[in-house]
């Protein structure tokens, strides 16, 4: 069965860094585009970028350009999303999910579990 | 950035009755190729998002029949032909056409 499986839920003070991790199990990564995606609490799902694994293509929504960092280890298929100069507001939930297509952002199909990170002094 | 309008936001339903939620976008969402780039999700109490369905008609594997999407350009709806219990949720459409995808404010569908 396809899975994402990310790393376990982080406590960070504001201005760390925090580093998710997200490996594939059951299918090849590079066949697939990979999105991340963040939830605050009691807020929808904000769509933060994509990796098109195939041709190394990654987007960023805007507001994360400047702190995130997304990259794909393809030896040991594990996927990772590093947010720089953490602020209360980045408290949420952190999912990676697999996309359909390797070239498009569409069709999660796959979610990994969430990694709960929480910012506080 | 393209924006997601969802209604209703809340969606109180019967079991056994039909139920449907819009979703509108403040650009087309129809590609040269023919496809709208609009997909339906669902997130239930404590769970990650669940596709329903991609390309705004396409229904995701294991989704049930009574699951259906339709719409092409800037309108698009998402039907459940006989709501179950098992249906309650918050429902979402996302914008997969161009760079940052975009969700809509969600739908929450409660039993009555």
């Known amino acids: 069965q396809d899975q994402l499986v990310q790393s376990g839920a982080e406590v960070k003070k504001p201005g760390a860094s925090v580093n998710v991790s997200c490996r594939a199990s059951g299918y090849r990564l590079s066949t697939y585009g990979l999105t991340w995606v963040r939830q605050a609490p009691g807020h929808g799902p904000e769509w933060m970028g994509w990796i098109g694994i195939k041709n190394g293509d990654i987007k960023y929504a805007q507001k994360f350009q400047a702190r995130v960092t997304m990259s794909i280890d393809t030896s040991t298929i594990t996927a990772y999303m590093e947010v720089r100069s953490l602020r209360s507001d980045d408290t949420a939930v952190y999912y990676c999910a697999r996309c359909l297509s390797s070239f498009g952002l569409y069709g999660m199909d796959v979610w990994g579990q969430g990694t709960t990170v929480t910012v506080s002094s | 950035d393209i924006v997601m309008t969802q209604s209703p936001l809340s969606l109180p339903v019967t079991p056994g009755e039909p139920a449907s939620i819009s979703c509108r976008s403040s650009q087309s969402l129809l590609h040269s190729n023919g496809y709208n780039y609009l997909d339906w999700y669902v997130q239930k109490p404590g769970q990650s998002p669940q596709l329903l369905i991609y390309?705004?008609?396409n229904r995701a594997s294991g989704v049930p029949a009574r699951f259906s999407g339709s719409g092409s350009g800037t309108y698009f709806t998402l039907q459940i032909r006989r709501v179950e219990a098992e249906d309650v949720g918050i429902y979402y459409c996302m914008q997969g056409l161009q760079s940052p995808g975009t969700f809509g404010q969600g739908t929450k569908v409660e039993i009555k």
């Open positions: 390309l705004a008609s």
